[in-house]
């Protein structure tokens, strides 16, 4: 009266007036669960820093922050860290600071896995507004 599953050919047998579904092939189909998320930051002039949005990491195998440096002044340069959490109070500098210049990128990648990640920037100069490009992305 109950699902039953088996591994002889990958079928689940479901009790009566169920379902019963098998692979269609011999071998097996997964898919990754895939994040890719971006926001802008402009007209950043704050030379003391900023904490950007935090991302819970737990949930993911591998993940990076890739940061685009897009301002329109030549001079605007803009430094940038990684920060890591295990509560999302207590943050740890992890990656950086890395200073990009206009039109430049670079990545952020921890080495240490804890729960919660963001990124932490400034202006270089509070006279050259930055415009920072930053996404997340991750599979599980």
């Known amino acids: 009266n109950g699902l ?4 002889t050919g ?3 047998t479901a009790p009566a007036n169920g379902l019963t579904v ?3 092939d011999a071998g ?3 898919a990754r669960a895939i ?3 971006s926001a802008t930051r402009a007209n950043v002039t704050n030379t003391a820093g900023t904490p950007d ?3 819970e990491v737990l949930k993911y195998g591998t993940w990076s922050f890739g940061i685009v440096n897009a301002s329109l002044d030549t001079n605007a340069q803009a430094n940038v860290k990684l920060q890591i959490s295990p509560d999302g109070a207590t943050w740890k500098d992890e990656a950086g600071p ?4 206009q039109n430049a990128m670079d990545t952020l990648v921890a080495s240490i896995f804890l729960k919660y990640a963001r990124v932490y920037y400034n202006a270089v100069n509070a ?3 930055v415009t920072l490009k930053i996404y997340f992305q991750g599979h599980a």
């Open 4 to 7: 039953t599953i088996t591994s």
């Open 10 to 12: 990958l079928a689940i």
């Open 22 to 24: 098998t692979a269609s």
């Open 28 to 30: 097996l189909v997964t």
């Open 35 to 37: 994040t890719d998320v």
């Open 53 to 55: 949005t935090t991302y």
């Open 98 to 101: 890395v200073t990009i210049n």
């Open 127 to 129: 006279s050259s507004a």
